[in-house]
T-cell receptor
Framework: GDSVTQMEGPVTLSEEAFLTINCTYT??????LFWYVQYPGEGLQLLLKATKADDKGSNKGFEATYRKETTSFHLEKGSVQVSDSAVYFC?????????????FGKGTKLTVNP | DTGVSQDPRHKITKRGQNVTFRCDPI?????LYWYRQTLGQGPEFLTYFQNEAQLEKSRLLSDRFSAERPKGSFSTLEIQRTEQGDSAMYLCASSLGGFNEKLFFGSGTQLSVL
């Protein structure tokens, strides 16, 4: 079945550091890929998405590029802020897999220190 | 837009008891999803509705679980004869439209089965 693998956390960075959170996937068809973020005490919210190979999703300084050849969708940000501290979830949806559900990775907790 | 609301926020129950959770989606959203999340894991899909029709159920949704969305607005998730393994955060999400549309998540109901 479809699955998502994220790098193990937690990740601790200093403000203005470069962030990469790795995400790879396994899917039956050609999935759409997403990053969701959960800030402390809040519900998950969509950060960015990409629906086809080579698409780049971007939002709030975060970027991720859909790489079909490496089945990856790594999240990057050039300069993190304390306010970016949250749990980040990579996810996919694969209609060809027979379902419209989102399949999530385990999440990566990011802490940014001043 | 008041967001997705879930009630209660926390529920403590004894093994064998029945519990019911409620989800109020964003008013114009026709799709409603239930997910379950345990500590250190990403959300796992349980079921979803388009309007009042339940279109997909996960194999995780045993016979003890039932979900309804009687008028295509709010939804309830009932767990009968709770077990300790049911302890988790139950998340509700809604969206406008279908596949690949942004999901808006509630803050969840934390269930603890003693």
């Amino acid at each position: 079945g479809d699955s998502v693998t994220q790098m193990e956390g937690p990740v601790t960075l200093s403000e203005e550091a470069f962030l990469t959170i790795n995400c790879t996937y396994t899917a039956t068809g050609y999935p759409s890929l997403f990053w969701y973020v959960q800030y402390p005490g809040e519900g998950l919210q969509l950060l960015l998405k990409a629906t086809k190979a080579d698409d780049k999703g971007s939002n709030k300084g975060f970027e991720a590029t859909y790489r079909k050849e490496t089945t990856s969708f790594h999240l990057e940000k050039g300069s993190v802020q304390v306010s970016d501290s949250a749990v980040y979830f990579c996810a996919l949806s694969d209609l060809q897999g027979g379902s419209e559900k989102l399949v999530f990775g385990k999440g990566t907790k990011l802490t940014v220190n001043p | 837009d008041t967001g997705v609301s879930q009630d209660p926020r926390h529920k403590i129950t004894k093994r064998g008891q029945n519990v019911t959770f409620r989800c109020d989606p964003i008013s114009e959203h026709n799709r409603l999803y239930w997910y379950r999340q345990t500590l250190g894991q990403g959300p796992e899909f349980l079921t979803y509705f388009q309007n009042e029709a339940q279109l997909e159920k996960s194999r995780l949704l045993s016979d003890r679980f039932s979900a309804e969305r009687p008028k295509g607005s709010f939804s309830t998730l009932e767990i009968q004869r709770t077990e300790q393994g049911d302890s988790a955060m139950y998340l509700c999400a809604s969206s406008l439209g279908g596949f690949n549309e942004k999901l808006f998540f509630g803050s969840g109901t934390q269930l603890s089965v003693l």
